[in-house]
């Protein structure tokens, strides 16, 4: 398909490739017809939504799909110039891990949790060069848990799984991947489930071992910001089927497919202006049963043809080296880009009429930890540890950090979901924590919350109907006919079909579910709203949808917002101030603009720092963090921070800084706790 | 009302697993056939005919031999009556069911003594036991007795376990720590002689019986109903209700009891069985439902005293086998089709 690459040859070629899942249902195909090359040293990405065939193809190329139910129909992967698929399962089993490796997502869903780290990474050379003696395959694995930046890699080879970090396990992964210096690496996700710091260590330590050992690496995720940061060459998938292949650069100045477009246009990055509407595409990605005749993009793309629908679309070149699945793909070009115009609809907060809606004052969250043979109380978990916070009527507060900050135990403190150790929490003037259950409960219609995962939050067991109604019974209101015709109201207002009513959560897509989890939040019209990572769970393209459903709905309803997500682009683009959380506590809060363009606290810049921008020609040095976040149940003397922060000097390891104000030139509320910023 | 798209999917897979759906046919056919075990096994006749008049028997008062013109008051003998009928040519005529003869009934002989071999002739078709009475009769009696029993026993187990074993999980700490204490202390004690005990004590009845059973039979599913909600309790939906204000309650209730009720259901099957295998086991030693109540047991007491009469012993262990094989079909296909265990291999 490709013309001869110019300086690098192909190592990987995958022509033609279709690969079925036998369901109950029947079998039905998840990559249809693919194809296209690795050249060897070089990083190639594939990218696109869940449910799009990446990680099929991945596994394909191992051929590890899982038997019996998946099958690989047609088409032949070249490796080497012999073909995979065909392969005998003995000469199969020399070539993975020893020549081509593949690293996962859930890096302790991969490890054995019964094995020592030390014993899992020899069995790979004890698999693949059984000549080599123990001592000397310690030696080797050692060395290696050296390289991918392991640090005190003796002490560890003896430890679990369990013992150390999800970054710490990601790396152990990637040193098991590389025992054998393999041609080819597959990166199925490999930081998906890692925090923003992290995944930046990461994506530095497979780049740099990429570049010491010129191996290829097909690096798959659905974040494009990861792609522009490391890959050469991309393919973009869409629906089992190939959109778009390019190299990175040319991908993202010229993206052809109405797809590649419209993916990059509707992520909110962090110079995108304030509470602007994303633009978004719409629906989502067809299932598998319910693919369409010709173009299978046809249901989202707003350029759609009538010759679209009929025809599927051949890939084509655009330009050298650039290749688009699309009938128009020279015509489309002007689409989606709404966020430069000027006419883009910029959403309001609600009211603000300067009444505090929420105080927060040093809120403590300490948990237990019992042990012993008396299940006596041996420690705590600082989760929550002096945390005050203010948010006024209409207004959003971002709350950010990574995971494990306590940022969604503070959101459930704030409902009394947990019973907080200290502090006082006023909502409307009520003291929240005094309360009893049942004075509270009359309450809790003025405060609600939207979860994060969709699928979990949502009971399986009750129809929409009941979910959206469950509100109004809980809180007496109305009679039986009354309530009907509000979740209607509400269906329609979270833009969700009225046939919704009969239906069960397990039919809708996770955008879908968060839109009914939407609904049931604001079925009584509360004032706060609690947005606990409303978006994280979601696909690129369905969280634009979410983010502006959710500005639209505060603009309308008067709502206030704590915003609470560890995407710092996502928070920036809806709140009026952002707070950061570090280790049970606030480091740094000013409002969005100046946290962003001036922030103080070096965790808040290395947050900033580390977030992938979705421009390969941005090649500005990132601040990567080193080190993971300390247990919240023993965190470090003195400043939380600096066991990691670049600038530490010896009063951080003695005192803590308090979080103060920073006088700063535009008077702005600017606050943050750092014994460098005077 | 709408079923849920998911339950349909279960059942319809329940469907394609043929053993266990032909199992649950047949424990319904035998269900419905013990249900009016009276028009098929029964010393009263279904039809009588008699001078111009149809007589219906079998369910009602008794109809005294007067009435069809018989020397005495007590209740009529319809096969004496048939057999006279037959004999006197007249156009009275009596419709005996296929077997006809009662569970209770010793069809005694003058120069014979029980137990007496299977015959087509006498319409004994599983032979008589030690008494007389036809094994038949009382395999389809018993088995009525014994299927109902372990309904009943079912749903009163379930309704403690679910209760207590729920109340437990949700609220933990020490309402929890105090019932598993309490379980464990029950399950030591000795359930068969605190029976022997009380049925020394009193006779126990079919109340009585499953009084007792319940007494030591709510630990399981309490067991398993703690564990199901220390599970559900934590999930987000409980968390999305308690937002909303729900009260303990209708949490319980309306959220945590519909998500477990798949695998209450399929535990139920083999608590069927248990129930039958319990009272059958309770019979055989003497200290179940006192005689001549049908009873399983019994006849499996009287087969392992009769060696020689093998017709007792061989009905009873074929009856007992199939209705057991039957019930654990049953609960295997629905534990198939509710949790379904794809096999998966990687080459």
């Not at chain 1, 809790?444 to 929409?464: A, G, K, V």
């Not at chain 2, 069911?97 to 010793?106: A, L």
């Not at chain 2, 030591?188 to 499953?210: K, R």
């Amino acid at each position: 398909m490709h013309k001869d690459w110019p300086d690098s040859e192909v190592i990987l070629k995958v022509e033609n490739l279709v690969v079925s899942f036998e369901f109950e249902s029947g079998r039905l195909p998840a990559v249809g017809d693919i194809s296209f090359e690795l050249r060897k040293g070089k990083i190639l990405g594939i990218v696109g939504e869940s449910g799009c065939g990446k990680s099929v193809t991945a596994l394909s190329i191992m051929r590890l799909l899982p038997q019996p139910s998946g099958v690989i129909d047609n088409g032949r992967v070249l490796f080497d110039g012999k073909d995979i698929v065909g392969m005998p399962v003995e000469e199969m089993q020399n070539i993975r891990g020893k020549k081509i490796s593949m690293i996962f997502q859930e890096p302790m869903a991969a490890l054995n949790p019964v094995h020592k780290i030390g014993r899992q990474i020899s069995e790979v050379y004890r698999l693949h060069f059984p000549e080599i003696n123990k001592k000397e395959v310690k030696e080797r694995s050692i060395n290696l848990l050296d390289r991918v930046g392991i640090p005190d890699p003796d002490i560890r080879y003896n430890e679990y799984p369990h013992q150390i970090s999800g970054g710490m396990r990601q790396r152990v992964m990637i040193a098991m991947a590389l025992a054998c210096k393999p041609d080819i690496l597959i990166a199925d996700e490999p930081t998906t489930a890692l925090d923003v710091t992290i995944q930046a260590q990461i994506l530095e330590l497979i780049k740099d071992l990429q570049e010491e050992n010129g191996m290829s690496v097909i690096f798959i995720t659905h974040d494009l910001g990861v792609i522009a940061e490391i890959c050469d060459d991309v393919v973009v998938m869409y629906a089992g089927r190939i959109a778009e292949t390019a190299t990175a650069s040319d991908l993202f100045k010229r993206p052809s497919h109405p797809y590649t477009k419209g993916l990059l246009s509707s992520i909110p990055r962090i110079g995108t202006k304030r509470k602007t509407r994303l633009s978004i595409i719409k629906g989502m990605v067809p299932g598998l049963d319910e693919m369409h005749e010709g173009c299978r993009f046809q249901n989202r793309c707003p350029a759609v043809q009538p010759l679209c629908k009929v025809q599927p679309p051949q890939i084509a070149e655009v330009s050298e080296n650039h290749f688009a699945a699309c009938h128009f793909s020279e015509t489309t070009s002007t689409l989606f880009d709404i966020n430069t115009k000027n006419d883009v609809k910029i959403y309001g907060s609600g009211l603000n009429d300067g009444n505090e809606s929420l105080v927060v004052s040093n809120l403590k969250m300490h948990f237990p930890i019992y042990g012993g043979i008396f299940r006596r109380q041996t420690g705590k978990v600082y989760a929550v540890d002096d945390v005050s916070l203010k948010i006024n009527a209409g207004e959003t507060v971002g709350l950010v950090g990574e995971s494990g900050c306590g940022k969604t135990t503070f959101g459930r403190c704030v409902l009394k979901l947990y019973n907080p150790t200290s502090g006082q929490v006023s909502f409307n003037g009520n003291n929240i924590l005094k309360m009893r259950q049942k004075d509270l409960r009359p309450l809790r219609r003025n405060m609600q919350m939207i979860f994060q995962d969709p699928f979990e939050s949502l009971n399986s067991r009750h129809t929409i109907g009941d979910i959206l109604e469950e509100p109004f019974i809980i809180h007496k209101i109305g009679t039986p006919a009354e309530r009907k015709k509000e979740v209607k109201k509400l269906l329609a207002r979270v833009g969700l079909q009225e046939n919704a009513v009969n239906r069960y959560p397990h039919e809708f897509s996770g955008g879908q579910r968060q839109r009914i989890g939407i609904a049931r939040a604001i079925a009584l019209k509360p004032g706060l709203i609690i947005c606990d990572e409303p978006v994280s769970a979601l696909d690129v393209s369905i969280q634009s949808q979410i983010l502006n459903l959710l500005m639209e709905l505060q603009e309308e309803m008067n709502l206030t917002y704590l915003f609470i997500a560890h995407d710092l682009a996502v928070v920036k683009h809806v709140s009026d101030r952002i707070a950061v959380m570090y280790l049970g506590k606030i480091v740094e809060y000013a409002d969005a603009e100046t946290i962003i363009s001036s922030p103080l606290h070096p965790y808040t810049q290395a947050l900033i720092s580390s977030i992938p921008i979705p421009d390969p020609m941005r090649s500005s040095k990132k601040q990567v963090l080193y080190g993971d976040v300390p247990s919240p149940s023993n965190p470090p003397e003195g400043c939380s921070f600096n066991t990691r922060c670049p600038l530490a000097y010896a009063e951080c390891k003695i005192h803590e800084p308090a979080l103060k104000f920073i006088t700063t030139s535009d008077k702005a509320e600017h606050m943050a706790s750092c014994h460098l910023v005077k | 009302m709408k079923i849920n798209p998911l339950t349909i999917k279960k059942i319809r897979r329940f469907r394609s697993i043929k053993r266990g759906y032909y199992s649950l046919a047949l424990f319904i056919f035998l269900i419905i056939i013990s249900l009016f075990a009276e028009v098929l096994v029964n010393k009263r006749a279904l039809v009588v005919y008699y001078s111009g008049d149809i007589y219906l028997p079998t369910y009602g008062a008794m109809i005294p031999g007067k009435t069809f013109g018989q020397n005495y008051d007590y209740e009529t003998n319809y096969r004496e009556l048939s057999r006279e009928f037959k004999k006197q040519k007249s156009s009275n005529w009596v419709l005996m069911p296929v077997i006809p003869y009662d569970s209770y009934e010793n069809d005694l002989r003058d120069d014979e003594y029980p137990p007496f071999p299977p015959s087509i002739e006498n319409k004994h078709y599983l032979g008589t036991d030690n008494v007389g009475r036809d094994i038949a009769a009382r395999l389809l009696y018993g088995f009525r007795i014994a299927i109902f029993f372990s309904l009943i026993l079912l749903v009163v187990t379930y309704s403690i376990g679910v209760s207590i074993g729920s109340a437990m999980g949700f609220w933990g700490g020490k309402f929890d720590l105090f019932f598993q204490r309490i379980i464990e202390i029950w399950s030591n004690i000795p359930f068969l002689y605190v029976i022997i005990i009380v049925s020394s004590i009193i006779v126990p009845n079919f109340i009585i019986l499953i009084f007792i059973m319940a007494f030591f039979g709510w630990m399981g599913i309490t067991w398993i109903m703690r564990t199901i909600t220390y599970k559900e309790k934590t999930r987000e939906y409980v968390l999305a209700a308690e937002t909303l204000g729900a009260s303990n309650f209708r949490i319980i209730f309306k959220h945590i009891i519909p998500n477990t009720i798949s695998i209450i259901v399929t535990f139920a099957p083999f608590a069927i069985s248990g129930g039958i295998v319990a009272l059958t086991s309770l019979d055989y030693l003497g200290f179940g439902l006192p005689p001549p109540i049908p009873s399983w047991g019994e006849l499996l007491q009287q087969g392992w005293a009769n060696m020689d009469a093998w017709w007792i012993a061989g009905s009873v262990t074929i009856a007992m086998v199939v209705t057991l094989m039957t019930v654990t079909f049953i609960g295997e296909g629905v534990r198939e089709a509710f949790d379904p265990k794809m096999h998966t291999i990687y080459e």
